[in-house]
């Protein structure tokens, strides 16, 4: 049973565009909603995270929208450059029950110059 | 901090042998964590330890087993490989404590298996 279902599996942009990737979840139970990053041959790595109380989060080009209601959130990337090229997942846990992480299929984005 | 670090970078098994894919953190942190990533796929967690002696099954446990006897160290033992489990590994760790800041994950970087 896939608890977190990603779309699209991949996307190109040009330099300076959106890259938006939107998710949705099936548990009401997960407390924790992480973005991590990842390039070919490297692990993953954290870029944004959000919890449910939040409707959104922004650090620099990058924001996370929420909306707790319909189970659903979205990484927008403004401005895309050329090394934001990689692998984008979402992800959701319990913080409280080991935050095991429940990941989504994974979005390949590439921005092109 | 070297971080999480994983030994081996790739390894080559033949169906039915074993091996023990290894994870060591430097950060003190108290959960860690074992994922494979199949081509083209998200990441499904094997197994997760939430401190030393603690361990407890995650989705994909089947074929693999994991002990956890300081907090430094989580390996992850193959016992009868078979060709299902060709896959990228990765340890995580993370602090585990309940306060904003926390809860990030961070990963180790992989250990590409092959099982032929």
């Known amino acids: 049973q896939q608890q977190v279902k990603q779309s699209p599996q991949s996307l190109i942009v040009q330099k300076g565009g959106i890259s938006i990737i939107n998710c949705a979840y099936e548990?009401?139970?997960?407390?924790?909603f992480p973005w991590y990053q990842q390039f070919p041959g490297k692990g993953p790595a954290l870029l944004i995270a959000i919890r449910p109380d939040v409707s959104e989060k922004k650090e620099g080009r990058f924001t996370i929208s929420f909306n707790k209601s319909a189970k659903q959130f979205s990484l927008h990337i403004m401005d895309s450059q050329p090394g934001d090229s990689a692998t984008y997942f979402c992800?959701?846990?319990?913080?409280?029950?080991?935050?095991?992480?429940?990941f989504g299929g994974g979005t390949r984005v590439l921005v092109k110059p | 901090n070297a971080g999480v670090t994983q030994t081996p970078k790739f390894r080559i098994l033949k169906i039915g042998q074993s091996m023990t894919l290894q994870c060591t953190q430097d950060?003190?942190?108290?959960?860690m964590y074992w994922y494979r990533q199949d081509p083209g796929m998200g990441l499904k967690l094997i197994y997760y330890s939430v401190g030393a002696g603690i361990t407890d099954k995650g989705e994909v446990p089947n074929g693999y087993n994991v002990s956890r006897s300081t907090t430094e160290d989580f390996p992850l033992r193959l016992e009868l490989a078979a060709p299902s489990q060709t896959s990228v590994y990765f340890c995580?760790?993370?602090?585990?404590?309940?306060?904003?800041?926390?809860?990030?994950?961070?990963f180790g970087p992989g250990t590409r298996l092959t099982v032929l």
């Open positions: 995580a760790s993370s602090w585990g404590l309940a306060g904003a800041g926390y809860n990030e994950q961070f």
């Open positions: 548990n009401t139970a997960f407390d924790y």
């Open positions: 950060m003190n942190h108290n959960y």
């Open positions: 992800a959701a846990s319990i913080r409280a029950a080991g935050n095991k992480l429940t």
